[in-house]
């Protein structure tokens, strides 16, 4: 540790608490940007506390040597241009997880509509007690995302990680214990909350962790795999109860017995297999970088817990690019609802409201009545969601390949090709808003034509979520505060989820059977503004400074 003077005569002349600078803070300048994670001594200048020229000079202990290059991956993970220290096990540990996470999460919110009707007995009402039980998990969700993201930035991601999975499958343990529905499955609900807000901002982060120049390639991928994982789910392990067979409650509870081990095996292939991250960092300090759009502020040495990370997420959204990525996790959460939520309901309801079910009058909200009562509305709410899921599927790697082409310029000439980070956020909001108000002006869902509509709708869709976790986990963002960041995306999205589940849950009851589509399209509409205006903020930028190459995204 080294005490630097306020000014150059070496006297304290200000009174105040001298400036500290660690030696190691000086040795080590901020991650170049067109680097694979590794240091360049030419940023050193603009990284490093500023010396004034006629201060007195440092002693020569302090000049910063020039760090060693990092040794390249030399596997085949090369091409997708991941982080020199992840290893082929670590990356399919990686995806292994992603797969897993969504898996999780789906299961638990399919299985929940069997659960009740089998194990607690509840028939009347339990598209009521469903809504209410989404509503308190989000309450739970939205602070506990970015507890776990800070809390990665201090402990590492992989304990956090398998500790996240071992908390979901105790909680399907649990389940199996509870005999009503208040207090017991709410409790049940509320600590899967405490699961799922874990793995989902783990989720993030370990891809900012992972990711070299490729991160929107590698979003892209892991967009495709969490897809499969919410397939595996719904055409594999949801079956399980039609396996087992005989009692329907006894089948239930032994598919939640099956799913708790399965995902204990699957923390603990994490535990051993995800990369060993071993934080440089303490509880009592560590060094801040903030990173806005065109420069670097100095290393800082703080003080820190926390609650100082918490507040660090909040304060990187000041880099605009940051703060967009916010807004496309908040829009990408309320797409997963408006499709697997509301597109059902519209079309149950569709039929339900013309007399096209052959039982009479079914409960719209009661999947199960619906799947017995009215048959062809099921399936065709079944093939709409699955054509949209397609579309995501087909063209997540796409978006992915955009965020990395259409974020960095070819040249470093003036006549370079306009490239902006925010574009792919653009294209993949606009997309899916429109396609949401087309939907909200619609008719009848049997018409063959709004199949191209949802098709759209997918590509929008994965469009968001893709760019928008490629913004949050980007090389601009510094990697001590990556956990921060990506909890305050996962808190983002948590927000959308709770908006369009009551607003959009309000609109279908009391406006329109659409009219949570039209929610949906004002949502991306506005991320698709704001996105718009990060677009001119960086034109601008560039033309003020003559700088045309732009950090990627």
Same mark, same amino acid.
């Given at each position: 540790m080294?005490?630097?003077?306020?000014?150059?005569?070496?006297?304290?002349?200000?009174?105040?608490?001298?400036?500290?600078?660690?030696?190691d803070?000086?040795?080590?300048?901020?991650?170049?940007?067109? !680097?694979?994670?590794?240091?360049?001594?030419t940023?050193?200048?603009?990284?490093s506390?500023?010396?004034?020229s006629?201060?007195?000079a440092?002693?020569?202990?302090l $000049?910063?040597?020039? !760090?060693?290059? &990092?040794?390249?991956?030399?596997?085949?993970?090369?091409?997708?241009?991941?982080?020199?220290? %992840?290893?082929?096990?670590?990356?399919? &540990?990686?995806?292994?997880?992603?797969?897993? $996470?969504?898996?999780?999460?789906?299961l638990?919110?399919s299985?929940?509509?069997?659960?009740l009707?089998?194990?607690?007995?509840?028939?009347?009402?339990?598209?009521?007690?469903?809504?209410?039980?989404?509503?308190? !998990?989000?309450?739970?969700?939205?602070?506990?995302?970015?507890?776990?993201?800070?809390?990665?930035?201090?402990?590492?991601?992989r304990?956090?990680?398998?500790?996240g999975f071992?908390?979901? /499958?105790?909680?399907l343990?649990f389940?199996?214990?509870?005999?009503d529905?208040?207090?017991g499955?709410?409790?049940?609900r509320?600590?899967? /909350?405490?699961?799922?807000s874990?793995v989902?901002?783990?989720?993030?982060a370990?891809?900012?962790d992972?990711?070299g120049?490729?991160r929107?390639?590698l979003?892209?991928?892991?967009?495709?795999v969490?897809g499969?994982?919410?397939?595996?789910?719904?055409?594999?392990?949801?079956?399980l109860?039609?396996?087992?067979?005989?009692?329907?409650?006894q089948?239930?509870?032994?598919?939640?017995?099956?799913?708790a081990?399965?995902?204990v095996?699957?923390?603990i292939?994490?535990?051993f297999t995800?990369?060993?991250?071993?934080?440089?960092?303490?509880?009592?300090?560590?060094?801040?970088?903030?990173?806005? &759009?065109?420069?670097?502020h100095p290393?800082?040495?703080k003080?820190?817990?926390?609650w100082?990370?918490?507040k660090?997420?909040?304060v990187?959204?000041?880099?605009?690019?940051?703060?967009?990525?916010?807004v496309?996790?908040?829009a990408a959460?309320?797409?997963?609802?408006?499709?697997?939520?509301? %597109?059902?309901?519209?079309?149950?309801?569709?039929?339900?409201?013309?007399?096209?079910?052959?039982?009479?009058t079914?409960?719209?909200?009661?999947?199960?009545?619906v799947?017995?009562?009215?048959?062809?509305?099921?399936?065709?709410?079944?093939? %709409?969601?699955?054509i949209?899921?397609?579309?995501?599927l087909?063209?997540?790697?796409?978006f992915?390949?955009?965020? !990395?082409?259409?974020?960095?310029?070819?040249?470093?000439?003036?006549?370079?090709?306009?490239?902006?980070v925010?574009?792919?956020?653009?294209?993949?909001?606009?997309?899916?808003?429109?396609?949401?108000?087309?939907?909200?002006?619609?008719?009848?869902?049997?018409?063959g &034509?709004?199949?191209?509509?949802?098709?759209?709708?997918?590509i929008?869709?994965?469009?968001?979520?893709?760019?928008g976790?490629?913004?949050a986990?980007?090389?601009?963002?510094?990697?001590?505060?990556?956990?921060?960041?990506?909890?305050?995306?996962?808190?983002?999205?948590?927000?959308?989820v709770?908006?369009? $589940?009551?607003?959009?849950?309000?609109?279908?009851?009391?406006?329109?059977f659409?009219?949570?589509?039209?929610?949906?399209?004002v949502v991306?509409?506005i991320?698709?503004?704001?996105?718009? %205006?990060c677009?001119?903020?960086?034109?601008m930028?560039?033309?003020?400074?003559?700088?045309?190459?732009?950090?990627?995204?």
């Amino acid at each position: 540790m080294v005490a630097m003077p306020k000014n150059g005569s070496g006297d304290d002349t200000s009174g105040a608490t001298e400036t500290l600078i660690r030696t190691d803070d000086l040795q080590k300048p901020p991650l170049d940007n067109d !680097d694979d994670g590794e240091f360049n001594p030419t940023t050193f200048q603009n990284a490093s506390p500023t010396i004034s020229s006629s201060s007195t000079a440092a002693p020569a202990s302090l $000049t910063p040597p020039t !760090d060693p290059p &990092s040794t390249k991956p030399k596997t085949w993970l090369r091409f997708l241009h991941v982080s020199p220290h %992840i290893t082929p096990l670590n990356f399919l &540990s990686y995806l292994f997880a992603a797969l897993f $996470t969504i898996c999780a999460l789906t299961l638990v919110n399919s299985m929940q509509a069997f659960y009740l009707d089998n194990v607690i007995g509840i028939t009347d009402g339990a598209g009521t007690a469903s809504g209410d039980l989404g509503f308190w !998990d989000q309450i739970v969700s939205i602070p506990m995302a970015a507890v776990w993201g800070s809390l990665s930035d201090l402990t590492g991601r992989r304990v956090l990680y398998a500790v996240g999975f071992w908390i979901i /499958a105790l909680d399907l343990y649990f389940w199996t214990l509870a005999t009503d529905l208040y207090p017991g499955v709410l409790l049940c609900r509320l600590f899967f /909350a405490v699961g799922s807000s874990c793995v989902t901002s783990m989720l993030t982060a370990v891809l900012a962790d992972t990711a070299g120049k490729g991160r929107g390639t590698l979003s892209g991928i892991v967009g495709t795999v969490s897809g499969l994982g919410a397939l595996l789910a719904i055409f594999g392990l949801l079956q399980l109860p039609l396996v087992f067979g005989g009692d329907a409650a006894q089948a239930t509870l032994n598919t939640f017995y099956v799913l708790a081990g399965m995902l204990v095996a699957v923390g603990i292939i994490i535990f051993f297999t995800l990369y060993k991250d071993n934080p440089s960092f303490s509880f009592s300090e560590r060094r801040f970088i903030t990173k806005p &759009s065109h420069h670097i502020h100095p290393a800082v040495r703080k003080r820190t817990n926390l609650w100082v990370l918490l507040k660090q997420g909040v304060v990187c959204a000041k880099d605009y690019r940051v703060a967009l990525s916010y807004v496309s996790g908040f829009a990408a959460r309320t797409n997963g609802i408006a499709i697997t939520l509301f %597109i059902p309901l519209w079309v149950n309801a569709y039929f339900n409201a013309n007399g096209l079910c052959p039982e009479g009058t079914v409960d719209p909200r009661n999947e199960e009545e619906v799947k017995e009562l009215c048959r062809d509305a099921f399936t065709e709410a079944s093939i %709409i969601t699955g054509i949209t899921q397609v579309a995501a599927l087909i063209t997540a790697p796409i978006f992915g390949i955009l965020s !990395d082409k259409l974020g960095q310029t070819s040249s470093l000439q003036k006549t370079a090709r306009y490239t902006f980070v925010a574009l792919p956020s653009f294209i993949g909001t606009l997309i899916a808003g429109l396609s949401y108000f087309v939907m909200f002006q619609w008719t009848d869902p049997r018409q063959g &034509s709004l199949l191209a509509v949802v098709t759209l709708l997918g590509i929008g869709e994965i469009g968001t979520v893709v760019t928008g976790t490629a913004l949050a986990s980007a090389e601009f963002v510094d990697p001590e505060v990556r956990g921060s960041v990506a909890g305050m995306f996962s808190l983002a999205g948590s927000v959308g989820v709770l908006l369009m $589940t009551k607003l959009g849950g309000y609109l279908f009851d009391y406006w329109l059977f659409t009219g949570p589509f039209f929610l949906a399209g004002v949502v991306h509409m506005i991320a698709a503004f704001v996105s718009l %205006i990060c677009i001119l903020i960086e034109w601008m930028e560039r033309r003020r400074t003559g700088t045309w190459q732009v950090e990627r995204g």
